[in-house]
């Protein structure tokens, strides 16, 4: 089974703390990405990653940075936490190609508050 | 540019009441389709799948089929159990040239014994 790990399920930080969120999947996937989840809203794509040090803006990429140095880690970085970040943050990961069907793996997901 | 649009919720149902979920999109090109559950604290989970027109993707009793002329992809299930009871996105993925999804709002489903 593919296994999407992120490190923390519940974050509290402060306004302006520099938060890293980790991701970690198993499959050797090409594809990552990052998703914040708002009631209402749904999923908003914040950044994606289709290779190593590659990275492409989202819907919604400002106030956050993404890192990619190795292939099945892929990380978020809120540089200055706001309030308005308070949210869960998913991780997914998928493959490419026929067989695979462009299906994405998800994480459990990190519920983020920033006080 | 791309959308998909779900019911909004939530809906509340009787334990073997019948279940519809509508969604709808706008796409330029074929789309795959895809229904996600996610279940009370947990991530996503592909329920089930389409990849083009007339296709028919089911799983754990639950189905849909992929209807072009209608731009639809409605979530059905005969008979609901309380375990059924979570949140339901439907999602679209371009055919080619992009890895990335459109993601409807989802619909929170609550099934009473």
């Known amino acids: 089974d593919v296994k999407v790990t992120q490190s923390s399920r519940y974050l509290v930080k402060r306004t302006g703390e520099k938060v890293f969120l980790e991701c970690v999947q198993d499959?050797?996937?090409?594809?990552m990405f990052w998703y914040r989840q708002d009631p209402g809203l749904g999923l908003r794509l914040i950044y994606f990653s289709y290779d190593v040090k590659m990275k492409e803006k989202g819907d919604i990429p400002e106030g956050y940075s993404v890192s990619r140095e190795k292939k099945e880690r892929f990380s978020l970085i809120l540089e200055s936490a706001s309030t308005n970040q308070t949210s869960m943050y998913l991780c997914?990961?998928?493959?490419?190609?026929?067989?695979?069907?462009?299906?994405?793996?998800f994480g459990a997901g990190t519920r983020l508050s920033v006080l | 540019g791309d959308s998909v649009t779900q019911m909004e919720g939530p809906v509340t149902l009787s334990e073997e009441a019948f279940l519809t979920i509508n969604c709808t999109y706008t796409a330029t090109g074929y789309p795959s389709l895809f229904w996600y559950v996610q279940y009370p604290g947990e991530g996503l989970q592909l329920l089930l799948k389409a990849t083009k027109a007339d296709d028919k993707g089911s799983n754990k009793g639950f189905e849909a089929t992929y209807r072009k002329e209608t731009t639809s992809f409605h979530l059905e299930k005969g008979s609901v159990q309380v375990s059924d009871s979570a949140v339901y996105f439907c999602?679209?993925?371009?055919?080619?040239?992009?890895?990335?999804?459109?993601f409807g709002t989802g619909t929170r489903l609550k099934v009473l014994a």
């Open positions: 997914a990961s998928s493959n490419l190609g026929e067989r695979a069907k462009n299906i994405q793996y």
């Open positions: 999602a679209l993925s371009e055919p080619s040239g992009t890895y990335k999804y459109i």
């Open positions: 499959m050797d996937h090409e594809n």
